[in-house]
């Protein structure tokens, strides 16, 4: 139980503690209080007893304390009406009553409260009839203040399961993501690599045919295999960390889309509204299957992201070919989003897995003169290897 829960529990502890120490009091030393000492000692200590047993009889304790007052009235018919315990007491009940709810029982409860308040007003000979209409409105009004508190303690419960019930949907959802996009990834290192092996099986093939008849010739396929293979080898090693069972389809043996298709993608977000200059620095040259598709659908993904949240803005891309290195950087001038609210949370997650396979590096978030930007850097250990 929270701790705003338990301080409004243990103040009503406290009011009831307080009221059987009242009523001890009072019947020892008000003469207006008539009555044994003794025995009104011993109805405060029940009537509290009773309203300490609401948590486990949240109905029955409460509408017990409020009967011992009515069982005091008839046994000591002048001794409620100048009590103020037994005033607390109903109030405390009707509160109690309240926090039940507009149910039955709530309800219930408020009326046993009124109809004890009328027995006591009748029972007493002094008593005043004019009494009726300022206690049974102050106990309406203590019905009242229990009853805003369970509302306010169940909007607040829903609220918090809410929270609680839309958190582990994201993580679900956050993690089907990651398990999405590994899968994808997955099926695509398999499309690269049967890609690959097709090419070694038909250079092998024509080594085969050439090697008794022209074995000079047959050097420069033999050599194509070797380089394949290479390649072949590293995105193997790199599909075997994705640890995804591949989709059960049959693989392509065409490659997936790369960097040589920039500029048609470039041309394409132009054509959908959104500007966007690409810039390459460096010298270009090819790259290994795996990091050729992973750059391509980070720049991919950047343009998408900006084309959906950015507005009214112009993008650009700029491609840098290092040494070891190839960096990546889509940046907008919009109006900047939050890829964890607006919608482009899981592609962002799809490209950290991309880039954390090739074990490069992701930075995204608002650019420092306004908009957005989308940096990677992967690194092309598979080149220099060659």
């Known amino acids: 139980m929270r701790l705003r829960h338990l301080v409004p529990e243990y103040g009503i502890d406290v009011l009831v503690v307080a009221m059987v120490v009242i009523g001890i009091v009072e019947a020892w030393v008000l003469d207006e209080v008539h009555g044994s000492p003794l025995g009104l000692s011993v109805?405060?200590?029940?009537?509290?007893?009773?309203?300490?047993?609401?948590?486990?009889?949240?109905?029955?304790?409460?509408?017990?304390?409020?009967?011992?007052?009515?069982?005091?009235?008839?046994?000591?018919?002048?001794?409620?009406?100048?009590?103020?315990?037994?005033?607390?007491?109903?109030?405390?009940?009707?509160?109690?009553?309240?926090?039940?709810?507009?149910?039955?029982?709530?309800?219930?409860?408020?009326?046993?409260?009124?109809?004890?308040?009328?027995?006591?007003?009748?029972?007493?000979?002094?008593?005043?009839?004019?009494?009726?209409?300022?206690?049974?409105?102050?106990?309406?009004?203590?019905?009242?203040?229990?009853?805003?508190?369970?509302?306010?303690?169940?909007?607040?419960?829903?609220?918090?399961?809410?929270?609680?019930?839309?958190?582990?949907?994201?993580?679900?959802?956050?993690?089907?993501?990651?398990?999405?996009?590994?899968?994808?990834?997955?099926?695509?290192?398999?499309?690269?690599?049967?890609?690959?092996?097709?090419?070694?099986?038909?250079?092998?093939?024509?080594?085969?045919?050439?090697?008794?008849?022209?074995?000079?010739?047959?050097?420069?396929?033999?050599s194509a295999v070797q380089q394949t293979g290479r390649s072949a080898l590293g995105e193997l090693r790199r599909m075997l960390g994705v640890l995804r069972e591949m989709a059960e389809e049959g693989p392509a043996l065409a490659p997936q889309p790369g960097l040589a298709g920039l500029d048609a993608l470039v041309e394409q977000v132009r054509e959908a509204g959104l500007p966007v200059t690409l810039r390459v620095e460096g010298e270009p040259r090819p790259l290994p299957p795996g990091i050729d598709l992973s750059a391509y659908r980070i720049v991919q993904e950047g343009l998408t992201n900006a084309l959906k949240h950015a507005g009214p803005a112009r993008a650009e891309v700029v491609l840098s070919y290092g040494d070891d290195e190839l960096a990546l950087r889509v940046s907008d001038d919009g109006r900047g989003h939050d890829p964890d609210t607006d919608g482009a949370g899981h592609g962002l997650v799809g490209m950290r897995e991309r880039v954390a396979l090739y074990g490069g590096t992701l930075d995204a978030g608002p650019a420092p003169g306004g908009g957005y930007a989308l940096a990677a850097r992967l690194p092309l250990e598979v080149l220099a290897a060659r």
């Open 43 to 222: 109805f405060a200590v029940l009537a509290g007893g009773a309203l300490l047993a609401r948590r486990r009889f949240p109905v029955a304790g409460p509408a017990a304390a409020v009967l011992v007052i009515g069982l005091q009235a008839v046994i000591w018919n002048h001794s409620v009406g100048y009590s103020f315990a037994t005033f607390l007491v109903a109030l405390i009940a009707a509160a109690l009553f309240g926090m039940i709810g507009a149910n039955w029982r709530g309800f219930g409860g408020f009326v046993l409260v009124a109809l004890v308040i009328e027995l006591v007003v009748w029972l007493d000979p002094e008593g005043d009839p004019g009494d009726l209409f300022f206690v049974v409105p102050l106990a309406g009004f203590a019905w009242l203040v229990g009853f805003a508190f369970h509302e306010r303690t169940r909007r607040t419960t829903e609220l918090e399961e809410r929270a609680e019930r839309l958190e582990r949907e994201r993580e679900t959802e956050a993690r089907a993501a990651v398990a999405e996009e590994r899968a994808r990834i997955a099926r695509e290192m398999h499309d690269v690599v049967a890609h690959s092996l097709s090419v070694m099986v038909v250079q092998a093939e024509a080594a085969e045919a050439m090697i008794d008849t022209d074995p000079q010739r047959a050097r420069r396929p033999l």
